[in-house]
C-alpha cells in the first residue's frame, strides 16, 4: 500500500543551525514528492517538488529536498534555519504507477512541528 | 487574483444538521480535493474529482457528499451521518490529477455545537 512516513513529530533546531526534516514513503511505482508547509489556522503553502531528474531539488524561502531511491527517502533541508520556518511541515506522494488504484492521488505524512528557537 | 477561496472560515453545526462547505477556483485546474485535518493525524482524503461532473470516494467518505457541476466549484456537504465532523477542513486544486503540485485554500474549521 502506498504510504509516507514522517518518523519525528517535532524537530527543535537553534536559529543559524542547518535543519533536517524527514520523509519516507512506499509507492508501487515511480513516486512523485512534494513537501507543504503550513502556519497556525492557515492552509498548506507548496514548498518544492521532485518529479524527475536531479536527485538534489530547491525550493522556496530557501529549501531544499533530496531525493534518495534506494533509502525511498526524500527529506527536507535548510543550511541556516529562521525563528519564522517554525510552522507545520508536510511531506506528500503520488504514485504514478498505472495499475495502482491510488494513482494521481496525493497521499500526506502526518507532519512534523518545526521549531525554530533564537 | 488567482486561487482557491473557501468559504465560511468558521462554521457551527447543530447536531443532526447538514452543513455545506464552499470551495472556488479560479486557477482553471480539472483536478480537486477535499481533506480532513485533525490533530496528529494529518491530511485524510474525503472526496477528489479529476474533471467536471466526475468525483470519487477517498479515504474517508463515509458521511459526506460532493458535486461536481462547474469546473470551479466543488462544494462539500458534511451530513448527519458524519458522527465526528468537528475538524479543520481543506480543499485543494491541482492542474491534473498527476504529476502537478495542488494548491490549498485557507480551510474552513467545522465545529459541532
Known amino acids: 500500500a502506498q504510504s509516507v512516513a514522517q518518523p519525528e513529530d517535532q524537530v527543535n533546531v537553534a536559529e543559524g543551525n542547518p535543519l533536517t526534516v524527514k520523509c519516507t514513503y512506499s509507492?508501487?511505482?515511480?513516486?512523485?514528492l512534494f513537501w507543504y508547509v503550513q502556519y497556525p489556522n492557515r492552509g498548506l503553502q507548496f514548498l518544492l517538488k521532485?518529479?524527475?531528474?536531479?536527485?538534489l531539488v530547491k525550493g522556496s524561502y530557501g529549501f531544499e529536498a533530496e531525493f534518495n531511491k534506494s533509502q525511498t527517502s526524500f527529506h527536507l533541508k535548510k543550511p541556516s534555519a529562521l525563528v519564522s520556518d517554525s510552522a507545520l511541515y508536510f511531506c506528500?506522494?503520488?504514485?504514478?504507477?498505472?495499475?495502482?488504484?491510488?494513482?494521481?492521488?496525493?497521499?500526506f505524512g502526518q507532519g512534523t512541528t518545526l521549531q525554530v528557537k533564537p | 487574483d488567482g486561487g482557491i477561496t473557501q468559504s465560511p472560515k468558521y462554521l457551527f453545526r447543530k447536531e443532526g444538521q447538514n452543513v455545506t462547505l464552499s470551495c472556488e477556483q479560479n486557477l482553471n485546474h480539472d483536478a480537486m480535493y477535499w481533506y480532513r485535518q485533525d490533530p496528529g493525524q494529518g491530511l485524510r482524503l474525503i472526496y477528489y474529482?479529476?474533471?467536471?461532473?466526475?468525483?470519487q470516494k477517498g479515504d474517508i467518505a463515509e458521511g459526506y457528499s460532493v458535486s461536481r457541476e462547474k469546473k470551479e466549484s466543488f462544494p462539500l456537504t458534511v451530513t448527519s451521518a458524519q458522527k465526528n465532523p468537528t475538524a479543520f477542513y481543506l480543499c485543494?486544486?491541482?492542474?491534473?490529477?498527476?504529476?502537478?503540485?495542488?494548491?490549498f485554500g485557507q480551510g474552513t474549521r467545522l465545529t459541532v455545537v
Open positions: 521532485y518529479i524527475t531528474g536531479d536527485n
Open positions: 485543494a486544486s491541482s492542474v491534473t490529477v498527476t504529476g502537478t503540485e495542488a494548491f
Open positions: 474529482s479529476q474533471i467536471v461532473n466526475d468525483f
Open positions: 506528500a506522494v503520488r504514485d504514478m504507477w498505472a495499475g495502482s488504484s491510488n494513482t494521481g492521488k496525493l497521499i
Open positions: 509507492v508501487s511505482g515511480n513516486p512523485y
